[in-house]
């Protein structure tokens, strides 16, 4: 798995709407549907493979991790909506913010 991650103003529930709204409406040509859900994690089941976003405090802000195992670009353009492209780390030791990874 590959995790990533990103700090943003945008607030946690924020973050998990806009992580709908783009793997469940933009993504193609892969469907995705969401397998689970909570308050700090939403997670992916795509025809591509599983894809898991996680958010949780860093501060003041709202530190995002997504963990995949084959979409790797997606989830780059998707951190990158949440911040620029340079704040995007990739590569990140650990599981990610809800658990996962």
Do not use: Y
Request: aromatic fraction near 6%.
């Amino acid at each position: 798995m590959l995790i990533q991650e990103v700090c943003t103003d945008c607030p946690p529930q924020e973050v998990i709407r806009l992580a709908k709204e783009f793997f469940l409406t933009r993504f193609s040509p892969w469907g995705a549907d969401v397998e689970s859900e909570s308050d700090s994690h939403v997670s992916f089941r795509l025809e591509a493979g599983e894809l898991v976003i996680g958010v949780g405090p860093d501060g003041e802000r709202t530190l995002v991790r997504g963990s995949t195992s084959r979409v790797h670009h997606e989830l780059s353009q998707f951190l990158t909506l949440l911040s620029s492209p340079e704040q995007v780390r990739q590569n990140v030791d650990g599981p990610g913010v809800s658990g996962a990874g």
